[in-house]
């Protein structure tokens, strides 16, 4: 996963960053508090000084927010996965794993950390405004910390809620890995239960507007509506790696997919190869064959049909260090995270510096395109074996040529002029 936002800095070795919906949601926080909590528990103080607790309250809930995914970030490291970093959003934070949990020991300690902090907050923020009160300090203050408390409180309560991505479907997936001895099938259950999870909290919501005419209830039912399309966005993913297994790359891809020379046209481009293939995405070539790029119709769009035929591809090809790549022996699960919309959801394949391949969206339906059967790479053929093929995958270091395109079929062939400067000019 790709950490978000602006980057803050680091806290225990581990990289922070804020996305900017951080802002809306403490902007709200600080309004909250100002204009309604405070002034309604201490009346007669001035606005700037509402205002200026209002924001100290919003700035420790976030930092709540914070400790809780750093809780989590700090026992996964403790537990031999790797950390990428945390992002704050609009909707709290994220932890980032590049690894999983080994055992259903581990996970259930990751996903618990959280939780526990959040709570552990909230009874310090509980204890230091009876504390305040005590010792006679104004009530405004003893107010934000009670509500800083509270707050906390709930947020723990709720992460344990038994579905996932909630910390608390975290906590049910290692339990029922711990019974069943099934990853991949603890995690789908937890996914189903998060669904579930998500439409009550949406009904709930519903139910506090319509009955009680609180605009609140559209909140809840938005956090609601974002917890079931997580939650099914998790369980599509692990119903994927299901079925996937360890599939490798070379197995699944499309072989020796059309690419196009830096110099070419776009208008070339659109006639060529995004017109006679079903690619969705065109590797960037320059005089040796080496990747310098990658087309889409995205890039495509950028520019008016008019000037496709004087504008060179090069010029609205994806850059070559933005361009997802794999390799052929990698497992197609740990290629799917790199996938994006704007690569025409493919990553191109490449084997020692040479393009053998295009993993796109296609590729993936037709291996997926049997439920309940598990997916197995498929045997090489006659002519790939006598080219040094085996059972187990493509041989080293380079691919094999692939066998002959049949006569019938359609080819596009590419006849590139030498460009301006010599073949080191590209």
Not at 5 to 34: K, P, T, Y
Not at 70 to 85: F, K, Q, T, Y
Not at 216 to 228: P, V
Not at 259 to 264: E, G, M
């Amino acid at each position: 996963m790709t950490q978000r936002g602006v980057r803050l800095g680091r806290i225990f070795g581990i990289e922070v960053s804020a996305d900017l919906g951080v802002l809306v949601i403490g902007g709200l926080l600080a309004w909250s508090l100002a204009t309604a909590i405070l002034p309604e528990s201490d009346r007669g103080l001035s606005g700037a000084t509402y205002w200026s607790i209002g924001l100290l309250g919003a700035l420790l809930f976030l930092g709540s927010l914070l400790a809780h995914e750093l809780a989590h970030s700090i026992v996964a490291r403790r537990n031999g996965l790797i950390v990428e970093g945390v992002t704050l959003w609009l909707f709290g934070g994220v932890a980032q794993f590049r690894s999983e949990a080994e055992g259903p020991g581990a996970e259930f300690r990751i996903a618990a950390a959280g939780p526990a902090t959040s709570l552990l907050i909230g009874g310090a923020g509980l204890a230091s405004a009876y504390g305040l009160v005590e010792a006679g300090v104004p009530d405004v203050y003893a107010v934000m910390l009670f509500w800083l408390g509270g707050i906390n409180l709930l947020l723990g309560i709720f992460n344990l809620l038994p579905g996932a991505p909630l910390d608390g479907g975290r906590v049910l997936a290692s339990i029922v890995w711990k019974l069943r001895g099934d990853r991949l099938g603890a995690k789908i259950a937890a996914a189903r239960a998060g669904r579930a999870v998500g439409l009550l909290i949406v009904a709930a919501g519903i139910a506090e507007l319509v009955m009680l005419g609180s605009f609140g209830g559209l909140w809840t039912a938005l956090i609601g509506w974002f917890l079931f399309g997580a939650a099914r966005a998790e369980q599509a993913r692990y119903q994927a790696e299901q079925r996937l297994g360890d599939l490798p790359v070379w197995a699944a891809m499309t072989r020796d997919p059309a690419v196009i020379r830096s110099w070419s046209s776009v208008r070339e481009l659109v006639e060529g190869p995004l017109n006679h293939t079903s690619q969705p995405a065109v590797p960037v070539v320059d005089v040796s064959g080496h990747l310098r790029g990658l087309a889409t119709m995205v890039g495509v769009k950028r520019i008016p049909a008019e000037a496709w035929s004087g504008t060179q591809v090069i010029n609205i090809a994806i850059p070559t260090d933005q361009v997802p790549t794999a390799s052929p022996m990698e497992r197609v699960m740990d290629v799917i995270d790199r996938l994006r919309p704007e690569s025409g959801g493919a990553a191109v394949v490449v084997d020692d510096g040479t393009i053998v391949g295009l993993l796109g969206p296609d590729d993936l339906r037709r291996v997926l395109s049997n439920p309940g059967r598990p997916v197995e790479a498929p045997a090489p053929s006659v002519a790939a074996v006598s080219s040094g093929w085996n059972s187990s995958g493509p041989p080293s270091p380079a691919f094999a040529a692939p066998p002959p395109v049949p006569s019938d079929a359609p080819v596009q062939r590419w006849h590139a002029p030498t460009p301006p400067g010599g073949d080191d000019a590209i």
